[in-house]
């Protein structure tokens, strides 16, 4: 990839044209990373938040590509203005938002693509740990789309001699990696937080790629997806680093703090915890077994102690390991 190369988009007629604005939604830091990735790259960025100085009218105004890195909690309400402003069809919207809408289960993409019907969504998501980003750290990430030229536009932005950036068509696979490895990774905080030993983790992540799958597919994504930076990539990353704030989430449980305190001491989202209560809605609504998440919705909720979610893990009915689509066996789907 020539990470010189300056990058361009595609008009209605067919011409390439330089991308010039570049308009970041959200300043936390995420958002703040990929900006300044972006500002590499040569492109005007102008970042927004709530609260922030510029308006978002003017943080928009012919912005060429449009990238939002908000909370999920935001992103509805957020596409919902954004659409009675009014964007042209040729402005790229990118998402690097990991959730689920509690309202209606959709990812973020899917929110935007249908505020924003005639205009390309890509989606940004990958092992990529923000505060490793900001030192300079190498990494990569993958952007997706339907849209082949824009994910294409938009893998020349990011691609940076420290970031480089993958392409694929599977943008709902991509994004739910992201998504729902979060989960996982309260989980894993967990297994660690009780100091059960690399042995307990490596089997937990073993088998939560699968439920992770499990899900994805269901819903319609690509299984390989899964395998690559979005999916098993990801998953490794927020679930073995201190960086993590649902790893960190998961620890805290595990050493007797409550949700609360975590939270506040945390001082920022964690997502895993919002996307467990409404995967567990999901996962009822389309039947689909959910052992490790159900467990983590059940710690959340207080309704079991951390002890008592690994021991529920362990005492599941013996089985063969690629038992995937007998799953649903050893799980009861309470309604939603």
Known sequence: MDTTATPTLTSSSG???????????????WGTALAQLATESGITVRSWSRRGDISLESAVADADVLLCAISMKGVAELASRLKDMGLPSRTILITATKGLDPKTTKTPSQLWQEAFPDNPVVVLSGPNLSKEI???????????????????????????????????ADPLGTELGGTLKNVMAIAVGVCDGLQLGTNARS?????????????????GAQPETFYGLSGLGDMLATCTSVLSRNYRVGYGLAEGKSLEQILQELGSTAEGVNTAHVLVKLANREEIPIPISRQVHRLLNGAITPLNAVS?????????????????????????
Request: proline share 5%; glycine share 6%; charged share 20%.
């Open 312 to 336: 529920a893990l362990m005492e599941r009915d013996l089985k063969p390991e690629m038992c995937d689509i007998d799953e649903a066996q050893g799980e009861t789907m309470p309604a939603a």
């Open 15 to 29: 011409e390439q044209l330089p991308v010039k604005t570049f308009a970041v939604l959200g300043t936390g830091a």
């Open 203 to 219: 089997a937990l992540i073993t088998r939560a790629l699968p439920e992770v799958i499990r899900v994805g597919t269901q819903l």
């Open 134 to 168: 900001d030192r300079g750290l190498p990494a990569a990430t993958v952007v997706a789309s339907h849209d082949a030229a824009a994910a294409a536009t938009v893998q020349q932005i990011f691609a940076v001699d420290r970031f480089r950036v993958y392409t694929n």
